[in-house]
C-alpha cells in the first residue's frame, strides 16, 4: 500500500528544457512535503520542500505545486542541465497527526537523465 | 564540514550472523534516523533519535532489529541473525533540531548489506 507514488520510473529531458516530476499521495494527514536527489552510491540531498498552506514554492531552478485537492505534487526545474540526472525522490510527513508523525514517507523515485 | 558518514559502505554477511552498522551524524545533529532501501524502492522509516531518546521504532520490521544511540551521537543499528530479506542498503540521515522544528534530514551515503 504505496501512500507516496512516483509513477514514472524514467525521465528523459534535453538540455535547456523544462523538467516536470510527478508525485501523487493518498494519506490526506500529510501536511508537508519534500524532494530529494539522489546521486549513485550517495545519500539523497535535500532539494526543496512545500507546506501545505503554500501550492507553490520557489528555489532558484527549481519550483515545487501542490494541488492539495488532487493530492498531487510535481518538481520543475528549469532550464535543466545534465548535472540534474539523477533520481528524484518525492517524501512526505504529517508533522501534526501525532503517532507517526517522525516519518518521512518517500515515493520510489523517478530516474531523471538530462540529455546534452 | 563533515557530513554524516556511516560504516562500512558495504557488508557482506552470511545467513544467521549478528551485523551492526554505524552511523556517525553531524556535529550537534539533534535528530538521527534511520531507513533502509531495498533495491527499486525508496528508503523506509525504520527509527527515530532525539538525543539519546528512542522516540520511535515503529518501523523496525521485527525484534532482529535493535538501534541505539546512547551518548546523543553515534548510532548503531544492529541486526540480529540476519536473512536474505535484510539485504538492502541503510541509511543514516541527522536534523539539526527536534522533528518538528527542523524537516530537511541530511543523509549518509548509507551502508549496503549483502545477505548470502
Known amino acids: 500500500d504505496q501512500q507516496v507514488k512516483q509513477n514514472s520510473p524514467s525521465l528523459s529531458v534535453q538540455e535547456g528544457r523544462i523538467s516536470i516530476l510527478n508525485c501523487d499521495y493518498t494519506?490526506?494527514?500529510?501536511?508537508?512535503f519534500l524532494w530529494y536527489k539522489k546521486y549513485p552510491a550517495e545519500g539523497p540531498t535535500f532539494l526543496i520542500s512545500i507546506s501545505s498552506i503554500k501550492d507553490k514554492n520557489e528555489d532558484g531552478r527549481f519550483t515545487v505545486f501542490l494541488n492539495k485537492s488532487a493530492k498531487h505534487l510535481s518538481l520543475h526545474i528549469v532550464p535543466s542541465q545534465p548535472g540534474d540526472s539523477a533520481v528524484y525522490f518525492c517524501?512526505?510527513?504529517?508533522?501534526?497527526?501525532?503517532?507517526?508523525?517522525?516519518?518521512?514517507?518517500f515515493g520510489k523515485g523517478t530516474k531523471l537523465s538530462v540529455i546534452p | 564540514g563533515a557530513g554524516v558518514s556511516q560504516s562500512p559502505r558495504y557488508k557482506v554477511a552470511k545467513r544467521g550472523q549478528d551485523v551492526a552498522l554505524r552511523c556517525d551524524p553531524i556535529?550537534?545533529?539533534?535528530?538521527l534516523f534511520w531507513y533502509q532501501q531495498a533495491l527499486g524502492q525508496g528508503p523506509e522509516f525504520l527509527t527515530y533519535f532525539q538525543n539519546e531518546a528512542q522516540l520511535d521504532k515503529s518501523g523496525l520490521p521485527s525484534d532482529r532489529f535493535f538501534a541505539e544511540r546512547p551518548e546523543g551521537s553515534v548510532s548503531t543499528l544492529k541486526i540480529q541473525r540476519t536473512q536474505q530479506e535484510d539485504s538492502a542498503v541503510y541509511l543514516c540521515?541527522?536534523?539539526?533540531?527536534?522533528?518538528?522544528?527542523?524537516?530537511?534530514?541530511?543523509f549518509g551515503p548509507g551502508t549496503r548489506l549483502t545477505v548470502t
Open positions: 540521515a541527522s536534523s539539526p533540531g527536534t522533528w518538528r522544528g527542523s524537516y530537511e534530514q541530511y
Open positions: 556535529s550537534g545533529h539533534v535528530s
Open positions: 517524501a512526505a510527513s504529517a508533522l501534526d497527526s501525532g503517532a507517526g508523525s517522525y516519518q518521512l514517507t
Open positions: 494519506n490526506s494527514m500529510f501536511d508537508y
